[in-house]
C-alpha cells in the first residue's frame, strides 16, 4: 500500500502527542524537585514501599466516557506502583486533570472542567477526580478546500467519510476523514496527494465546531519506472516481468497492493516493501523503488508416520523453490514403509507463458506389496496448471505408466502394463489451513482416460471428493468436519483394470477402524477391489488447550465391483476417537478405531499417528 504522505503523518503524530505535551508542561521551579520525587518513587515502588491510594471518578454517567477517563490516568495506571511521597501522589493527580481534560476534548467536551482532591486522612489514602463533562458539541457543515482549486478530484460529501453535520465533534472522526480522503484521492489517480492544514473552531455559542478540511491533490500520476532492490539469487529480468504495469499507465494504489501481493505468492521473499518517488517525473509518472527480502530458497524435511494395519513409515524430502533464479521448484522425495517404497521428483515452473499458469513436470518409480497385489511401477508425467480464480485450479496433462502387477488372488501371475493416460484435474479450497482448517471447503474432481500401448484396452477413471469445516464455537473451540469421496471406472471389466488402478476402502485415509484395503470385493478373505466406489467420514475436532486436542469421529462406506455402486461388500462403518498436539506445522495426530459392524476376520481396533488432521 502506498506509505501516508509525511504532512499526514506530522499532523496525525501532532494530535496524538498533544496529551503527552501537556504532561511534561512543568514550571521550572518544580522540576528539580519533581524529579526527586520521582526518583524517590522508583526507589520506594523498587523495595515494595509506598503510599497506597485509592481512586474515585465522579459525576460521569456515561460508562464509555468513565472508561476513557480511567484508562488516560496515571493514578488509575499506576496503582500498583505506590508513590513513596504525597507530593507524587499530587503530582500524578495534578498531571492526570490535563491528561482528562485532553481526553475530554478529543470526545467532544470542549467546556469540560476537572478538579482533584487528595484525602490523606482517608486510610487508603483517597484520591477524587470530579468532573464535569459539559455540553457535547456536534458538526456544523463541514468544508472540504482542494488544492490545486481547478483539481479534477471530486471529494465526498462529509457524510461519506464520516463527518456528518449534528454528529459529535469528535477527534478520531476527524483523523479517519483525513485518512480516508487521501485514500480516496490515490485511488483516483493522484498518488502523491497529502493533508494540508485543517482549520477547526469551536463555536462555544451555538455549541459546535466549524471543521475545514484540506487535501492537497497534486496532479494525476501515471506508473512510472521499477527499480528492484535487496535480491541475492533472484534474477531481476524475472521481477520485472512479473510488473503488471507499463510506464505510462494511469496510477492505481490497487494494483500496487495486488502487485506486493503476487510477489509474496512466489515464496520468494519474507518482505517486499514497494516505495513510491516523493515527486513525479516531467512526464508526470511516478518511479518505484521495491525492497525484497529473500527467503532460504533450500529445505529438507522428514516426517514420520504410524499405522496398525501399515506399520511404521517415513518420509524425506529435498526441495530447492528457485532452482534457476526464476522461482522454479524442484523436488526429490523419498516414502517407505513395510508395504510401499516410492521415489519421485518434480519439477513446477511458474508464469509458463501466461501469469495465471504453470508447469509441471513429474518423475517416480514405486513398489508396493498389499494384500491385493505386488506392484513396481515407473511413472512420468506432465501437466499445465491454470488458475481459474482465487484457490481454484484445473490440471490437464499427458501421463505414461509401465508396471509389473502381480494379483493376490486368482491365478498369481504377473501383468505387465503399459499405460497412457491424460488426468484432468479440478481443484477449489476455500478452507483456511492446510492441515489443521476450521472454516470453507475443498473439492477435488479427477477425471483420468487411460489407453493400453499394447492392446487395445481401455477404460475411463472418475473421482470426486468434497470436504467442508464448519467452526461450531470458539470458546468452547470446536470444529465439526466431513467428507465424501465416490468413484467410478467405466469401459472395462474389473480383471482388465490393473489391480493397482481399482478401487479399494479401508485404512487411514478411508475408513478408519478397519485394515488397508480390507473393504470391498474379496476373494477368500483377499481384497480384490472394485470398480467404484463410496465413502464418507464425519469428525468432530476440541481444542482443551492452545496445545492439546482430541476429536471422535465416524468413517463408513464400502468398494463395489461394478461401476454402479451395486455388488462386493456391504458397507462398513468405523468409529473411535483421537488426541491431537498442536504444533506449530500442524497438529500431530493419534487415532484409534473400532470396527462397528466388522467381519470375524477383521482386528479389534487399528491404531494410526500421523502429522495433520486425517482430511
Known amino acids: ?44 515502588s523498587e523495595r515494595g514501599g509506598g503510599i497506597a491510594y485509592t481512586v474515585d471518578l465522579r459525576g460521569v454517567a456515561d460508562e464509555s466516557l468513565a472508561g476513557l477517563l480511567r484508562s488516560v490516568a496515571s493514578t488509575e495506571r499506576q496503582i500498583e506502583q505506590p508513590p513513596s511521597t504525597i507530593t507524587v501522589l499530587r503530582n500524578r493527580a495534578d498531571t492526570d486533570v490535563q491528561t482528562m481534560l485532553s481526553a475530554l476534548r ?3 467536551y470542549y467546556d469540560g472542567r476537572v478538579t482533584q482532591t487528595v484525602d490523606e486522612s482517608a486510610q487508603p489514602v483517597r484520591v477524587v477526580f470530579d468532573v464535569e463533562p459539559g455540553p457535547l458539541y456536534r458538526f456544523a457543515p463541514v468544508d472540504i478546500e482542494l488544492a490545486p482549486a481547478d483539481s479534477l478530484f471530486r471529494p465526498p460529501a462529509p457524510a461519506e467519510i464520516g463527518l456528518e453535520t449534528g454528529s459529535p465533534a469528535r477527534s478520531q472522526p476527524i483523523l479517519d476523514a483525513e485518512s480516508d480522503l487521501v485514500r480516496r484521492a490515490q485511488a483516483g489517480g493522484f498518488a502523491l496527494a497529502q493533508i494540508g492544514d485543517r482549520t477547526a473552531m469551536v463555536q462555544r455559542s451555538t455549541q459546535e465546531m466549524d471543521l475545514t478540511l484540506r487535501l492537497d491533490t497534486g496532479q494525476p500520476a501515471k506508473f512510472g519506472s521499477v527499480t528492484f532492490e535487496g535480491m541475492t539469487d533472484v534474477n531481476e529480468d524475472f521481477l520485472q516481468s512479473r510488473v503488471t504495469w507499463q510506464p505510462g499507465d494511469p496510477y492505481d494504489p490497487e494494483e500496487v497492493t495486488e502487485f506486493r501481493r503476487k510477489l509474496l505468492d512466489t ?32 529445505s529438507v524435511g522428514a516426517g514420520v508416520r504410524y499405522r496398525s494395519d501399515e506399520g511404521p513409515g517415513a518420509n524425506v524430502f529435498w526441495e530447492n523453490r528457485n532452482l534457476f533464479g526464476n ?4 523436488r526429490v522425495e523419498v516414502d517407505g514403509s513395510p508395504i510401499s517404497q516410492m521415489v519421485a521428483g518434480s519439477y513446477r515452473e511458474p508464469f509458463f507463458w501466461r501469469e495465471d499458469q504453470s508447469l509441471l513436470l513429474d518423475a517416480g518409480l514405486r513398489n508396493e506389496d498389499t494384500d491385493a497385489y505386488s506392484s513396481t511401477s515407473i511413472t512420468v508425467a506432465g501437466a499445465i496448471e491454470r488458475e481459474l480464480a482465487e484457490n481454484m ?34 481443484r477449489w479450497d476455500t478452507s483456511d489451513d492446510l492441515f489443521d482448517p476450521t472454516r ?22 472418475n473421482q470426486a471428493s468434497y470436504a467442508r469445516y464448519y467452526q461450531i464455537s470458539s470458546s468452547p473451540w470446536f470444529v465439526l468436519a466431513g467428507r465424501v469421496m465416490a468413484g467410478t471406472i467405466d469401459g472395462a471389466d474389473v480383471e482388465n483394470v490393473p ?4 478401487y479399494y476402502a479401508g485404512g487411514g485415509g478411508s475408513i478408519r477402524g478397519y485394515a488397508f484395503q480390507a473393504v470391498g470385493p474379496q476373494d477368500d478373505g483377499d481384497p480384490e477391489g472394485g470398480l467404484s466406489l463410496l465413502t464418507g467420514s464425519l469428525e468432530l475436532r476440541n481444542r482443551f488447550t492452545d496445545t492439546i486436542g482430541g476429536a471422535l469421529f465416524v468413517d463408513g462406506g464400502t468398494a463395489y465391483s461394478d461401476s454402479m455402486f451395486q455388488g462386493g461388500d456391504e458397507p462398513r462403518f468405523g468409529a473411535g476417537f483421537g488426541v491431537r498436539y498442536i504444533t506449530p506445522i500442524g497438529p500431530l495426530r493419534a487415532d484409534l478405531a473400532f470396527p462397528v459392524n466388522g467381519r470375524d476376520n477383521d482386528d479389534a481396533f487399528q491404531f494410526y499417528v500421523s502429522l495433520g488432521q486425517a482430511f
Not at 516505495?275 to 518505484?288: C, D, K, M, R, Y
Not at 522461482?327 to 524442484?330: I, L, M, V, Y
Open 393 to 426: 485450479f484445473l490440471t490437464a496433462g499427458p501421463r505414461y505408466r509401465l508396471a509389473s502387477i502381480e494379483e493376490k488372488t486368482g491365478e498369481e501371475d504377473d501383468s505387465y502394463f503399459n499405460l497412457l493416460s491424460f488426468p484432468v484435474n479440478f
Open 1 to 44: 500500500m502506498t506509505p501516508l504522505p509525511r504532512a499526514r503523518r506530522r499532523r496525525a503524530a501532532g494530535w496524538m502527542v498533544l496529551p503527552c505535551l501537556m504532561l511534561s508542561a512543568c514550571s521550572g521551579g518544580e522540576e528539580s524537585s519533581l524529579a526527586q520525587d520521582i526518583d524517590a518513587d522508583a526507589s520506594a
Open 267 to 298: 515464496n520468494l521473499f519474507t518482505a517486499v516493501q514497494i516505495i513510491p518517488a516523493e515527486t513525479l517525473t516531467e512526464q508526470g509518472e511516478l518511479p518505484f523503488r521495491i525492497r525484497v527480502t529473500e527467503r532460504l530458497h533450500r
Open 327 to 330: 522461482g522454479e521448484r524442484f
Open 440 to 461: 470453507g471447503g475443498r473439492l477435488d474432481i479427477m477425471t483420468q482416460p487411460y489407453a493400453s500401448l499394447t492392446d487395445n484396452a481401455a477404460f475411463w477413471r
Open 106 to 108: 478529543s470526545e467532544g
Open 499 to 502: 489391480a493397482d488402478e481399482r
